[in-house]
């Protein structure tokens, strides 16, 4: 059925992201892709490097580190970034927590999740990015069905729902005030199959975690967590060896994992068409109430 | 073919459609029809919406809280934005813009409408063609879209009845003749609520031979929608490496909006005129034969000329000729300010702004008769009219009837930067 003008869901994905970053590029003055190392922001980085190739990526990439992360996103991270030939900036919420711009929850559920923001904003604020390119898609939870490619946020950095802007066509009004900025999601009409596929259709590396491995595991409100240092176990909870993969890699204290023996992309992508449940089913902090998604987001957070 | 299992999905295209409809007209059932048998909710969505159904008070789970996801709506019970869903098939990979459908939602459902290549137009079996249905349709006509599915729903409330769903064939029919941009339009019977000729065939209309609706949308042939005639490349980008490996290369990203594109092409610079030849095509994955709409690329030539963001690479034998007056329908987008006479305003246009003048207003629509109103010129939130529009520097634009991407342009205003509406050359 494909005549010689067709073309796949996946070219015509990659194609409009592209398109999306370019148009980042060409219209603010300084944009940063925020890299976290998970998935969807590696394929983010991919696109961008076929967007602007053979020249380097015409911006930085940014870390919000919550200082809670898996070794191995770390080392992935580094390696990565170096090879791209970009320069890495990193945002610390540590170092927002050390000057006494937040404080840190208490107790063992405590999360630095939330704290995430405050990083952020002061990151951006900090570097006079004027846009950030982020890996959120649509299909992820519902206050991102509503989400534009150009999200503008206003000079406190928040998100007003109600007031967003038409996109029509692939024509972005990326127009601002002083001190304002955008959220610009490129892989906004990806699905987490989309991302799968095209990983694998790219032949792009990732990070071991998302592959199917044995890990010290306890269990928390139905969620699978991985044993760090970051994570008090309450008196009930029992430590296992557990053969495990993640579906999505964040800090540590909120990402869990599940029972999986997938470790090949095959396997993974026969996985996800059969999954029963969303990819952030296994994300505490969206767990909080119906609408945590977009209280979080209102207040700044990706 | 290889025995890979997952090698289907790397065949599968892409099909993008809109829905328009309100709180009753079965629309949610429809679309948590779509999502529900192609396994594209999950099972902690569904529990999530029990949860909140029974919280509400609603005695069957409420498919519409998969899709209104905003706290305002889950509170008022509306949906007020365009929500956009995703889900497959072995065959295609659908997005649906998903709208509300009444008239203080026209910009909504202009703007679902845009990107997409179907439109499903809903009908309450009971009900027959209404002023909704003549509004949603004017919508999809406006913008475009030439294939539309009127899906009769609601069959199970009128007995499965033939000579029901003839009659709304035969109405939809004659005022339709007169949306000239509609090309193809398919008529399903169909019963949201019970699932038949959703997903499944119905056994309760034996009467009706023809697809289902997932069936429709699997196979639709949407593969002439773009016009691969004309050629229209709007530079976005200059890539200029300065490395040693790639010292001279210069090369102009965009993407394709029209027509094809070859190494070796005789091409055309404009607003400028300067004319090359395309020396070849890049990409990281190697060069390219040929691109097409609506593929990014990366185009060098074999001349040194200047060419920059917002200028346009066409074909020297096809050249839409630059014009600083263009007529246009446009839709209002703000709902704090009206159209004044001679308003100024920033006009995007591809890659390009300028500023503009709107000139003229010439007449309004009544979108629920197709009526021309000409006694009132002021255009306020949600009014479609026509107008004439003056800007600072030539467009190089073709009609919105010729191409959806060349042909159409929004207006922003100056002051607040906002969006304030959408316009289709004619």
Known sequence: MHNDYTITHLKQLESEAIYILRETAAQFEKPVLLFSGGKDSIVMAHLARKAFWPAKLPFQLLHVDTGHNFPETMEFRDKYVEELGAELVVGSVQKAIDEGKVVEEKGARASRNGLQTVALLEALEEGQYDAALGGGRRDEEKARAKERFFSHRDAFGQWDPKNQRPELWNIFNGRKQHGEHFRVFPLSNWTEMDIWQYIKAEEIELPHLYFSHERDCFVRDGVIMGVTDFIELLPDEKVEKMVVRFRTIGDATCTGACLSSANNLDDIIDEVAAARQTERGTRADDKRSETAMEDRKKQGYF | ?426
């Open chain 2, 1 to 426: 073919m290889s025995e890979d299992n997952n090698s289907g999905y790397l065949d599968m295209d892409l099909l993008r459609f809109t829905t328009a409809g309100s709180v009753d007209d079965g629309k949610s059932t429809l679309i948590g029809r779509l999502l529900y048998d192609s396994k594209a909710i999950f099972e902690d969505q569904m529990e999530a919406m029990e949860v909140s159904s029974k919280a509400r008070g609603d005695e069957n789970v409420n498919l519409a809280l998969l899709t209104d996801g905003l706290r305002a709506e889950r509170e008022q019970g509306i949906t007020i934005d365009v929500a956009y869903r995703y889900f497959a098939t072995p065959k295609r990979k659908f997005i649906i813009a998903d709208t509300p459908g009444h008239i203080q939602y026209t910009r909504n459902m202009v703007t679902g409408a845009s990107t997409a290549n179907l439109a499903i137009v809903l009908i309450d079996a009971r009900k027959g063609v209404i002023e909704q249905t003549c509004r949603h349709s004017f919508i999809a006509n406006l913008l475009r879209i030439q294939h539309v599915v009127v899906c009769v729903n609601k069959m199970d409330l009128v007995d499965w009845d033939e000579g029901v769903f003839n009659k709304i064939v035969e109405d939809f029919k004659s005022f339709a003749s007169r949306l000239d941009n509609i090309v193809d339009v398919t008529f399903i019977p169909a019963s949201a609520l019970i699932g038949d000729n959703i997903v499944e065939k119905s056994e309760n209309m034996p009467w009706y031979q023809g697809p289902t609706l997932l069936y429709h949308l699997e196979t639709v042939y949407i593969g002439a929608d773009e016009n691969h005639v004309e050629a229209r490349f709007p530079v976005q980008w200059v890539i200029r490496p300065h490395s040693d490996k790639y010292h001279d290369f210069r090369g102009f990203a965009g993407r394709v909006a029209g027509g094809v594109f070859k190494p070796g092409d005789a091409v055309t610079v404009l607003p400028s005129g300067f004319t090359s030849t395309i020396k070849s095509i890049e990409s990281m994955d190697g060069p390219q034969e040929k691109v097409f709409a609506p593929m990014s690329a990366t185009i060098t030539l074999e001349d040194e000329i200047d060419m920059s963001r917002g200028d346009m690479l066409v074909k020297a034998n096809n050249r839409p000729d630059p014009t600083q007056d263009i007529d246009a329908m446009i839709c209002w987008f703000a709902s704090d300010k009206q159209l004044a006479g001679s308003g100024k305003y920033i006009l995007r246009h591809t890659t390009k702004e300028v500023k503009a003048i709107v000139t003229e207003v010439c007449y309004k629509m009544n979108i629920n008769t197709l009526h021309k109103i000409e006694d009132d010129l002021t255009l306020s939130l949600n009014d479609i009219g026509r107008v004439k529009i003056r800007t600072s520097a030539p467009l190089i634009a073709d009609s919105y009837k010729s191409n959806r991407i060349t042909g159409s342009f929004v207006l922003i205003d100056q002051l607040t930067n906002a969006t304030v509406a959408a316009g289709m050359i004619i």
